[in-house]
């Protein structure tokens, strides 16, 4: 019977059944015509055929398979919501409603929100559609995952990597960081931005007086800045350099040269269309801090109702009134450093001057305390193991009930005088004390 995966099989005397002999795939052959002949016993032998038309029925033992391992995808930012971004394909080698092929994504999350509100796939056809506009600065790339399912039951499916890539924009122009921005005084001149920087007038060639900073938030060449001096008061005077933004002297400051200089340097990337900002410098030709003091309060003095001032040099010129000349704002500012440094030395001065005062009554304390242990050792005696005083005063005081007949009598010293042994007053409203302290021998 050759490949015929079917075989006869003998079920009882003359009849048999046809049976197959290994396992079939319709993926395969999916119909079959088999020829059954029988044949007699005689000579010659005669016989007769049948055809047997064999159809294989599907069974779902087929995932879909997509046509790529993996796909991916760029997309421009500042996409059209609903713009289509890929086409996904997966077939199926089944039949019928086993190799009907369903997509729809697998759960994810992008920057804390649901992948479906980013994108989404259409069912039927896979294609791959943008549900928002991109911004290449704050998503840069998107990694999902497209299941496909057939409709089989039990359903079987497959998943795929798909990796789409935002593409950058020129859509950011660069943002000056130095010199900083300007108050809103200077932004009604017309002026983007402001500041004030000191150029010594010996200054050599290719000294440095600035640097201008700036950054873009695109990337690639939408990234790369350029600085170029745009204007200039004097433009022989300075330059900029082109990638590094420094403003340096192109020569010799010469005596002629005006003391104040305005400078614009232009800021630039490199996208298409190019996108640019200007960054504006007042540099100021002085030897010294106090000159240049000097020269911004003249040229506060002398500006126009309107004009914006030169001399905003820090919060605390801001806060000045209008109108003052720097020189007095200077004045203040030193008075005010001089009180407060006047004012911490007297602290210290008096904080000195306790310290001393609390060391002097606790060496005064000491002393007190130590007269007792002065005394010689000579100066006591005992007497049956009781020692005293051999040196000492003999005192008497008489107290009485009227207070203004007390008496106070001291007596001169005796060295074999001892108390009295007699009784005490008894009377409660007078009475008499009478205390005598003298020199003490030794009795034999």
Not at 79 to 86: E, K
Not at 139 to 168: F, H, K, M, Q, T
Request: aromatic share 6%.
């Amino acid at each position: 019977m050759g490949d015929v995966p079917f075989r006869l099989e003998k079920s009882f005397e003359d009849y048999y059944r046809v049976v197959t002999a290994r396992e079939l795939d319709r993926e395969q052959v999916s119909e079959y015509n088999v020829t059954v002949r029988a044949a007699d016993g005689g000579s010659p032998p005669l016989q007769s055929s049948a055809v047997l038309a064999l159809r294989v029925l599907d069974v779902n033992d087929n995932a879909p398979v997509f046509a790529q391992e993996r796909y991916s995808a760029r997309l421009a930012e500042n996409n059209a919501a609903g713009a289509l971004v890929l086409t996904v394909r997966a077939s199926d080698a089944d039949w019928g409603q086993n190799a009907r092929v369903r997509y729809r994504l697998s759960e994810g999350r992008v920057r804390g929100a649901p992948l479906s509100s980013y994108v989404s796939v259409q069912a039927e056809t896979g294609a791959l559609y943008a549900l928002r506009s991109f911004d290449y600065e704050q998503v840069r790339e998107l990694e999902l995952w497209v299941r496909a399912e057939d409709g089989g039951a039990p359903a079987l499916s497959s998943n795929v990597s798909v990796r789409l890539l935002i593409v950058d924009e020129n859509d950011n122009a660069p943002q000056v960081l130095y010199p900083p921005a300007a108050p809103a005084a200077s932004l009604s001149s017309g002026a983007g931005w402001s500041g004030v920087e000191l150029a010594p007038r010996s200054s050599e060639p290719g000294a440095l007086v600035a640097k201008v900073v700036a950054v873009d938030a695109d990337a690639g060449q939408n990234a790369w800045l350029s600085y170029e001096l745009a204007k200039a008061t004097e433009p022989g005077l300075f330059r900029v350099g082109l990638h590094s933004g420094e403003v340096r002297t192109a020569r010799f400051p010469l005596a002629r040269d005006a003391a104040r200089h305005s400078l614009v340097v232009l800021v630039k990337d490199h996208g298409r269309p190019a996108l640019s900002a200007t960054a504006t410098l007042s540099v100021v030709l002085a030897e010294s801090v106090a000159e240049l003091l000097a020269e911004l309060g003249s040229a506060a003095d002398a500006a126009a109702p309107g004009e914006p001032l030169l001399a905003e040099l820090g919060s605390a010129a801001d806060a000045a009134a209008p109108g003052e000349p720097a020189g007095s704002l200077t004045r203040w500012l030193v008075l005010a450093v001089a009180a407060v440094s006047c004012l911490f030395l007297a602290f210290l001065l008096l904080l000195l001057a306790l310290r001393l005062r609390r060391w002097r009554r606790e060496q005064l304390l000491a002393a007190s305390s130590g007269a007792l242990r002065g005394v010689p050792v000579s100066h006591f005696v005992g007497i049956d193991g009781v020692r005293a005083f051999l040196q000492s005063y003999s005192h008497e005081v008489s107290l009485t009930a009227d207070s203004r007949k007390s008496q106070l009598r001291f007596s001169g010293a005796s060295c074999c005088d001892t108390l009295p042994a007699g009784r005490f007053p008894t009377s409660p409203f007078r009475g008499s004390i009478r205390r005598r302290d003298s020199k003490f021998a030794d009795i034999h």
